[in-house]
């Protein structure tokens, strides 16, 4: 449910770019910010081919027409320089895939403070992006969102493990055989989240919550050892942080609007609605368990391909990319998605 809070005392009006406005996360952006007319105003929108949407965004919100960018029909470069727009405080980049890395970058050239819901501009450029960023990167992602806001809570405490949780995705117990026979049309049906196709297969297989470790890894400054995935279905635990004597995990029921409003109150230096949902982490109240790797293995080959190569990160994803297409094109079979991706010997 969404919190209405007063989040601007001194009546700015902050302006604010969204890359992606009219998937599924950037439809809930939108939603988000109608709540707020009087603290955000949005000057930029931008969409891949959806152009009646994007249209009808565009009259209700009134974004000029410079700023309402359609990427199959324009180059580009449009979109990197939406990501940079003069006149602009705030970039949401809420892109899917590859093609919000170069708007990432843009962006954090440009000195903007950047929500961030792009994790592969984190997996295939985290070095370049973190030395960008400083202070200006706000993640966007439920989990990573969740450990920023317990660890903003802590300032002071050392994080020895973070534990990204992980529905299990539609497949949940189901064995190899079963597997073989999945749909497309089964495997983006998700338990608890509405989200798009991609990244529907991606938490289906779990490779999502590979390149979330990755992304973890670079926004928070810890090895990979120190971060852990657990498998809790019930997606009440959005995110934990194990300190030396005691864990913390952030408690919500499964609604990336509450991420929405953390990441922009974070933006306009307000307190997060988040911080009231870090609880001390009883483990006896929750559904928790370990991965099954074997049957679901796309945890460890994200992290295998990243092990063997960081640098080649970008091409991992443009390989994962085509291969997810040619699973929901009906061209191979839920399995060939691993076999595909997996590093070569």
């Known amino acids: ?146 450990i920023f806001e317990i660890l903003k809570k802590f300032p002071k405490k050392i994080p020895e493990k973070i534990i990204l949780p992980c529905s299990g995705g539609p497949f949940l117990g189901k064995n190899k055989n079963q597997l073989k026979k999945i749909t497309a049309s089964e495997a983006i049906n998700h338990p608890k989240w509405e989200m798009g196709e991609k990244i529907s297969i991606e938490s289906a297989t779990l490779i999502n919550k590979g390149l979330e470790i990755i992304e973890a890894h670079y926004l928070f400054n810890l090895p990979l050892k120190k971060i852990d995935v657990i498998i809790h279905p019930e997606c009440l635990i959005h995110g934990i942080v194990r300190f030396k004597n005691e864990s913390y995990a952030y408690i919500s029921e499964p609604d990336m609007r509450e991420h929405i409003e953390n990441a922009l109150f974070h933006a306009v230096n307000k307190k997060t609605p988040g911080q009231k949902k870090i609880k001390h982490l009883n483990t006896k109240k929750f559904t928790l368990s370990a991965p099954d790797y074997k049957t679901l293995p796309g945890i460890k080959i994200v992290i295998e391909n990243y092990k063997r190569s960081p640098d080649s990160m970008k091409h991992f994803l443009q390989k994962e990319e085509q291969t997810i297409q040619k699973f929901l094109n009906d061209k191979i079979s839920f399995i060939e998605i691993f076999e595909s991706l997996q590093p070569a010997s």
């Open 1 to 146: 449910m969404t919190i209405l809070l007063n989040v601007n005392e001194n009546k700015i009006m902050y302006k604010v770019v969204i890359l992606g406005s009219t998937g599924s996360l950037g439809r809930q952006v939108l939603e988000v910010l109608e709540n707020y007319k009087n603290e955000f105003r949005v000057i930029g929108i931008s969409a891949y081919k959806k152009e009646k949407l994007l249209k009808k965004q565009s009259k209700k919100h009134k974004v000029p027409a410079r700023n309402t960018v359609i990427v199959s029909k324009e180059s580009p470069k449009n979109l990197e320089k939406l990501a940079a727009a003069e006149d602009a405080d705030i970039v949401i980049n809420v892109l899917s895939g590859i093609s919000g890395i170069n708007s990432t970058i843009s962006a954090l050239k440009a000195g903007k403070i950047l929500i961030l819901g792009n994790k592969e501009s984190l997996v295939a450029e985290g070095q370049k992006i973190m030395k960008l960023a400083g202070k200006t990167l706000i993640p966007l992602d439920s989990e990573h969102n969740a």
